[in-house]
């Protein structure tokens, strides 16, 4: 059973496990946290909290809106949110809990070491792996007041009028990120905190499912082409594709470990960055010159990786129409500001191959299970008209992982998957041929 209360291996400080056990320590917590890691001077403390309300929104954790008054509070906020992992007991709670670990370290370095990207400004933070536990607070957006614009849903870009834009700042602060990174100046625990690779390595370093098992996703998939080709655009439904896409997939599963080994062995594209920054995780204002600033949100799983997989961790959302005409424009951008930020000088042809095999391996693993997600959340998709049909789009995990299986499907066909694992076993060949 779930203790009320562990101790963080990052802070060495008491925290609650959850909710419930957060509401009964209250402000005195605060304090004692917000001394722990100076975000609160040692002369002033939390009195009150005058509001915590639980807040119903996204899949990876329970959350809080936390209003609480100071002493004193000299430029505090005190609007604060309040993240917990999963109730004990959520069948999904390890897979989604792990990643916070990653987020908390974050949120601590932040703490000490200015960023190239605005994040919101972190209270507290710290994890409990034997109680598999986390907590993080922050500051919290406001979204919709002053110049912050309203929140963004996932998977609903199509909204909008201005993606480009919002992909091009997004694109180039994580680039800065990763390029600050490798220029040294985020200080000297990156190595410590971000191991590359990782025990738990995002996206795996190795496929999670055997052959048949994939073969059998692969049905699925045919299934619901069969059942919704509406909700599959371009060629995605016919059996030309599929019959590409399966003969591609074996070349993926054949030789994924030539793939994670070449992504992985990559030193000049190995920095730390945001996974998973689609711009729902992110907020947008515009300053007194219509220029669009982008802070980001949801740093779990944050870490060192290949910079071609972090760039499909933020295009996995978008829409294809975007894609197929800023793809290359994305690419060079991310390059540009990678270099600009004190990155190596690598070329836009390599991130291009980078990401040609990014997308055979991440994207493939992510999304190959989403018509049976789909089907398990809206059991009647093939009656629904089309993707904006609102009994689809008023079902988050329908609506998301349908769209980002389309945007899948969409990047494997633009990769052309075989010819890029082609053109790595030459690669490897020839280095392996190579004299030593």
């Not at 001077?41 to 009195?47: I, K, N, S, Y």
């Not at 309040?82 to 989604?96: A, N, T, W």
């Not at 996206?203 to 692969?218: T, Y």
């Not at 095999?357 to 093939?382: G, K, Q, R």
């Amino acid at each position: 059973m779930l203790p009320e209360v562990v101790t963080g291996e990052e802070t060495g400080t008491a925290f609650p496990t959850t909710i419930e056990s957060f509401r009964k320590v209250g402000a005195d917590f605060l304090t004692r946290a917000f001394h722990a890691v100076g975000t609160l001077p040692a002369d002033d403390r939390v009195t009150a909290i005058t509001r915590a309300d639980e807040f119903i929104g996204g899949g990876m954790g329970r959350k809080l809106l936390l209003d609480v008054e100071y002493a004193r509070g000299d430029g505090l906020a005190r609007q604060l949110f309040v993240k917990f992992p999963l109730d004990e007991g959520h069948p999904q709670r390890e897979i989604f809990t792990w990643p916070m670990q990653a987020e908390v370290r974050f949120y601590l370095l932040s703490i000490q070491t200015p960023l190239p990207v605005p994040i919101p400004t972190a209270f507290f933070a710290d994890f409990n792996s034997e109680a598999l536990c986390g907590i993080l607070i922050t500051e919290r957006i406001g979204y919709g007041e002053g110049a912050i614009e309203p929140a963004l849903e996932k998977c609903q870009d199509f909204r909008l009028d201005d993606q480009f834009d919002r992909y091009l700042v997004v694109s180039r602060a994580n680039a800065a990120l990763a390029g600050e990174h490798r220029a040294g100046k985020l200080g000297s625990t990156i190595a410590e905190k971000f191991r590359f690779p990782g025990p738990r390595q995002i996206g795996g370093e190795r496929f999670p499912h055997d052959q048949a098992n994939v073969d059998l996703r692969i049905e699925r998939l045919r299934a619901y082409a069969e059942k919704a080709p509406h909700l599959l655009p371009k060629n995605f439904a016919t059996d030309e594709f599929l019959d590409r896409f399966t003969r591609e997939t074996r070349l993926v599963i054949e030789h994924q470990d030539k793939i994670y080994g070449y992504l992985n062995a990559a030193s000049d594209f190995i920095a730390l960055c945001h996974w998973n920054i689609n711009i729902d995780n992110a907020w947008f204002w515009r300053d007194e010159q219509d220029r669009l600033g982008v802070g980001f949100l949801d740093w779990g799983s944050a870490g060192q990786m290949n910079i071609a997989r972090a760039f499909w961790g933020m295009a996995c959302a978008a829409e294809l129409d975007l894609m197929d005409a800023h793809r290359e424009a994305l690419m060079a951008a991310f390059v540009d500001q990678y270099r600009a930020a004190g990155g190596p000088q690598i070329s836009l042809d390599e991130f291009r191959f980078m990401y040609r095999l990014a997308i055979s391996v991440d994207a493939f693993h992510w999304m190959i299970d989403a018509p049976t997600i789909v089907a398990t959340h809206l059991p009647d998709y093939p009656t629904v008209r089309d993707r904006f049909d609102p009994r689809l789009q008023n079902v988050f995990l329908a609506r998301a992982q349908q769209h980002i299986l389309t945007v899948m499907l969409n990047e494997f066909s633009s990769a052309n998957v075989e010819d890029a694992i082609g053109e790595l076993l030459t690669r490897v060949g020839e280095s392996e041929r190579a004299p030593a």
